[in-house]
């Protein structure tokens, strides 16, 4: 018996060795057969690949403005940077000017003791009259959220956080965006800046204009170059805030007219602050909401040389 078993049990061996074998060439062949495929379709895959390296790139359009002087005339004729070629996305706009606003909301509430500055006691019931606490030794109702003076029944919190996330790279896509909507004629006219139709936009001065120590001269300038007319619109919209805000510290509610960007230390960015609805920043301060108020892009934008050069780098 022990040895019908040993016998039994070679032969099981035997025959797994055989299966083992049998599998080996059957391996080879499909790897050989890969291997051919493999070969006659590598042409065709680098020649693919060859087609997708070779192909050329849609070149950007090269826009060209003038550049105006001091005395409102055309001095030379530039190409404004890659920035101003970014893809409009107004959605991105938004959302960044609604982050920004979000952000800068101040939180409010009342302190943690107002409507509890009282001694109060409770009369209990069956006295005929309401079940609210009163001043100690007077009917006068107190603390309860329906007495005059009372508690406020669900106040806002200071805890509350109102800011909203935004990424950094879309934050940075949305101010390029805005940027390349500026050059845009019938973009900024829909936001209702005037303007000479004449006018190349942005408006690009030359580096003499962030020389100008006066209002009075830069007034003069704008006015020669055909962008004052915005300034006196903002000028003419200029009207008082409705309701409690024009008591707190915020009377008159005026139209954003001319932003204009100069380099950092210019003289003009002190005299142009004057003029109404006109802001002035640097090119490393300029923001979304400077650019779209409100999150409407196109707003009308007046810039130096010098401060569109940086722009080169971004």
Excluded: C
């Amino acid at each position: 018996m022990v040895a019908d078993m040993k016998n039994e049990g070679t032969e099981l061996k035997n025959t797994e060795k055989a299966d083992v074998t049998n599998t080996k060439p059957k391996v080879a062949k499909i790897k050989t057969v890969v291997k051919k495929v493999a070969v006659k379709e590598a042409p065709k895959v680098v020649a693919k690949v060859k087609k997708i390296a070779l192909k050329p790139k849609k070149e950007e359009p090269k826009i060209k403005v003038n550049v105006y002087g001091i005395d409102g005339k055309i001095d030379k004729e530039i190409e404004l940077p890659r920035v101003f070629n970014t893809e409009f996305r107004p959605d991105l706009i938004r959302r960044a000017v609604k982050a920004m606003r979000a952000n800068r909301r101040q939180k409010y509430g009342p302190t943690p003791r107002s409507g509890f500055r009282r001694s109060t006691s409770w009369w209990g019931k069956g006295r005929g009259v309401s079940r609210s606490q009163r001043v100690v030794n007077s009917r006068r109702g107190a603390q309860s959220p329906e007495a005059v003076g009372g508690r406020r029944a669900w106040p806002p919190q200071l805890e509350k956080n109102y800011g909203e996330k935004i990424n950094k790279k879309e934050k940075l896509k949305a101010k390029i965006s805005a940027l390349s909507a500026t050059k845009d004629k019938e973009m900024v006219s829909k936001r209702g800046h005037k303007f000479v139709d004449d006018l190349t936009l942005p408006v690009v001065v030359s580096e003499k204009f962030e020389e100008l120590k006066t209002t009075k001269k830069v007034a003069e300038v704008l006015d020669k170059i055909g962008v004052y007319d915005d300034i006196e619109r903002a000028i003419k919209g200029k009207h008082v805030r409705a309701g409690k805000g024009k008591n707190r510290g915020r009377r008159y509610k005026v139209p954003k007219s001319l932003l204009i960007v100069v380099s950092d230390g210019a003289a003009v960015s002190k005299s142009a602050q004057n003029l109404l609805g006109v802001d002035v920043v640097t090119p490393k301060g300029l923001n979304v909401e400077h650019l779209a108020p409100g999150g409407d892009a196109g707003r009308l934008l007046v810039i130096s040389e010098k401060a569109l050069e940086t722009m080169k780098e971004w």
